[in-house]
């Protein structure tokens, strides 16, 4: 880890840890990737106005999002699966990591290690759902998110159909896997993560197991994922949810209009990570229309294409309250573990207080438009 300076770097790592299919699961996203590429790419076209002189000696990074308190403006966001990037544990090591950089952890729904483990882990964390076709089956997901006392719940609505992930496609992936002989030299040429896979816990969606009538397979929990969800079913939710609510994947000012409207405290612009919608706009770039449009009512996240310090407070600077970090920790996960994880927290943190003094600030609520030099959006 000495010489990992940038989340960049972690990616290398990753891929040099992961066997391939796994590492494009992380990496990858929908069809031509035009979204997945433009999220990081339009975060560049924003640049700050370099201030000097003010004494920024003495600088706070520390924050609330949703009242939640935070060491920075950031939260883990939610990711299905990454326990198998960690023997099988990969949540668990996350959400530490999180926990001792003093940052919130979301669970996604679709998690290796259950809510009750994590839970049991580190204390209280944010849960991720999905509306599903059976609402008896979300109901029962929200009533452990209550027993296990999470103080907030992420509504993913970017998920209601499925992108086709084309470098799981060219890897031969099909569900149910099957074992091509490619696949097992990509395995075999990764010793480390398959030792850890074959003494850790079981990949499944362990959420879901003893909840669905007979086994919890991947198609069976996917097909739950229900196309017809509208606003209606916000409004159910949040009748049923007493705690805070955040709508993951509102990029546009109408829909962030609803969500308010809806009871939301909270969206996170979001395209998903581009897994779903290619060519959606990149997240940074519809940042302001849904800063206007929530217009105050609540709090505005942004998630897609975080990959630094500079990148939270840019999105900071535009009207987010804080950014959620998809890859960015995944790299740091698959790299090292929980010390992965804590390396790509490090490195943010670090990236972030300097941005925030070198702009001239001494404490991120600062930021605003007068921080860039130019930008695009
Ligand atoms: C491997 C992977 C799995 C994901 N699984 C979920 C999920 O189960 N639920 C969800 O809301 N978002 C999921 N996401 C999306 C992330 O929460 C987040 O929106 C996205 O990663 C942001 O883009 P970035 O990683 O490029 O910054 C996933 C993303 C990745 C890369």
Not at 273 to 290: E, K, Q, R, W, Y
Not at 292 to 316: C, F, P, T, W
Request: charge should be neutral.
């Amino acid at each position: 880890m000495d010489r990992i300076a940038t989340i960049s770097d972690l990616r290398e790592a990753a891929r040099r840890k992961l066997p391939l299919p796994i590492f494009d699961f992380v990496d990858g996203a929908a069809f031509s990737e035009v979204t997945l590429r433009a999220n990081t790419q339009d975060f560049e076209r924003v640049r700050f106005r370099q201030r000097v002189l003010k004494d920024v000696s003495v600088r706070s990074l520390a924050t609330t999002i949703v009242g939640q308190p935070t060491s920075m403006p950031a939260a883990i966001s939610p990711t299905g699966l990454s326990g198998m990037l960690w023997g099988g544990n990969g949540e668990i090591a996350a959400a530490r990591a999180a926990k001792a950089a003093g940052i919130p952890f979301t669970l996604g729904m679709m998690s290796v290690c259950t809510l009750e483990e994590v839970r049991a882990a580190v204390g209280p964390i944010w849960f991720q759902l999905c509306m599903l076709k059976d609402r008896g089956l979300v109901r029962s997901l929200v009533d452990s998110a209550r027993e296990a006392e999470c103080p907030v719940l992420v509504l993913t609505v970017t998920w209601t159909v499925s992108g086709l992930q084309s470098r799981s496609v060219r890897n031969g992936i099909d569900l149910p896997p099957k074992l091509s002989p490619r696949m097992v030299m990509d395995f075999a040429s990764r010793p480390g993560w398959v030792w850890r896979a074959m003494r850790g816990k079981r990949v499944a969606f362990h959420n879901f197991v003893g909840r669905m009538d007979g086994e919890a397979t991947i198609e069976r929990v996917i097909g739950e994922l229900d196309a017809t969800t509208s606003w209606k079913d916000v409004e159910w939710l949040r009748s049923i949810w007493p705690g805070k609510l955040i709508i993951k994947g509102i990029c546009d000012r109408e829909d962030a209009r609803s969500a308010m409207d809806a009871g939301a405290d909270a969206v996170s612009v979001s395209n998903h990570g581009g897994n779903h919608l290619d060519s959606a706009a990149s997240t940074i770039s519809v940042l302001p229309d849904v800063v206007e449009g929530i217009d105050g009512r609540g709090e505005v996240l942004l998630d897609g294409g975080v990959r630094s310090g500079q990148d939270i407070l840019k999105a900071m600077a535009l009207g987010a309250r804080g950014c959620l970090l998809g890859r960015a920790h995944l790299y740091g996960l698959a790299a090292g573990g929980e010390q992965g994880v804590a390396k790509a927290l490090d490195i943010i943190r670090n990236e972030l207080d300097v941005s925030v003094g070198l702009t001239g600030l001494t404490d991120v609520h600062q930021a605003s438009r007068a921080i860039l030099a130019s930008s695009p959006f």
